[in-house]
DNA sequence: CCCGGATGCTAGCAGTGCTAGACATGCTTG
DNA sequence: CAAGCATGTCTAGCACTGCTAGCATCCGGG
């Protein structure tokens, strides 16, 4: 390949990511409503159309967004899984992450979570990030449990519950710290 | 009052309950990102402004639509209540009841729980169906367990997460009947 | 009978996501 | 080296959104 080209495509991948990015930095600072074409356009300092030579149309940008967010949540609940001792308290750091996540980044969250998005969950084609987040749900629980998967939608399920109600008024923004020991301690012994 | 003047007030009142039923029935049918504000017009066979002279604008009227489904939920869990023979499995059926009214009316369910709304929850001036609709959770427990709202909160919490999670894909849709024994059994009782 | 106020309409604004077609730039080939 | 092709980008515009100003029209009261 010559090296003009390979200089041009250097271009163009820096420039999706540079859709990418201001598009999570619009929308974490006002808002995905705010986030429009056009306003994304005069950010990357081009004009619409370049955006749909990128992605197929603003679904696709939210859903590359939510992407990268899969990948930091993914490593985040790593993190604090490994640095706990041991399974028990593995699953309260990694619910206290999760949370964390999502009321640092709110946004971003409603991109991964919220919004409607065609990427594919539990399947053959769930992209890495994905499975990886559900994956450390998973193993903060005994791998003789046959149940833990379920054990694991569930805790993640009430997590996204206790978020989004929390987030949206529905439910006090206080008391976050109960609901959490509640849940961990209920929901973590194998009876 | 002049009886003319009467009836145009029930004639308006008439046509308020129709824009309202409107807009439920094609957000059932059609989602609501159908739902626009022609579309309503042409459906109540009047002009668009006259919406405006009854709600302050499209959220108002999504937030009726979600009323009148608090309302209805709020009857359904307390039947569901109502019909069990004790507080164990109370919660249980309240569970299903609301898992079954989620399923079989998504549209509804999304204006009340997921749509930004101006509704206020959890305040002083929070509509009484709202109300109603958590306070038949609480009623599932022990009034002598001083935990118990925070008990329901998680349940319900836990309870939406399961909800819109499975709706979105994101997901499996079998298994509910696993996630919800799961949770009651390990949430129901005191320790 | 005529007037005044309420009522609902037409037309339009500013904004949305998205796209067709013009245009220029630069690479490749004769 | 020049001609022509292809790639890339932009301008302009479409069909739609929520919402509103201002104008008819109609009806009840004096």
Redesign the pocket.
């Known amino acids: 390949m010559?090296p003009?080209?390979e200089r041009?495509e250097r271009e163009r991948a820096h420039r999706h990511q540079m859709i990418i990015d201001s598009a999570r930095e619009l929308a974490e600072t006002e808002g995905w409503e705010a986030?429009?074409?056009?306003?994304l356009a005069e950010r990357v300092e081009?004009?619409?159309?370049?955006l749909?030579?990128h992605f197929h149309?603003?679904?696709a940008i939210v859903a590359a967004v939510a992407l990268d967010g899969f990948a930091e949540l993914a490593a985040d609940l790593r993190g604090a899984r490994q640095a706990a001792p041991a399974p028990g308290p593995a699953l309260r750091a990694v619910c206290d992450a999760y949370l964390r996540f999502a009321s640092e980044r709110p946004a971003l969250y409603q991109a991964m979570f919220v919004l409607p998005t065609d990427l594919r969950f539990a399947s053959a084609e769930t992209p890495a990030p994905l499975r990886a987040c559900f994956d450390e749900f998973v193993a903060c629980f005994d791998p003789g449990n046959e149940r833990r998967e379920l054990v694991a939608e569930v805790v993640w399920s009430a997590l996204h519950g206790i978020t989004v109600l929390s987030a949206s008024g529905r439910i006090p923004a206080a008391w976050q710290e109960e609901r959490v020991d509640l849940l961990v301690t209920r929901l973590a012994r194998t009876p």
Chains 1, 2 share one sequence.
């Open positions: 010559p003009v080209s041009r986030v429009t074409t056009r306003r081009y004009s619409q159309p370049v749909y030579s149309g603003k679904d």
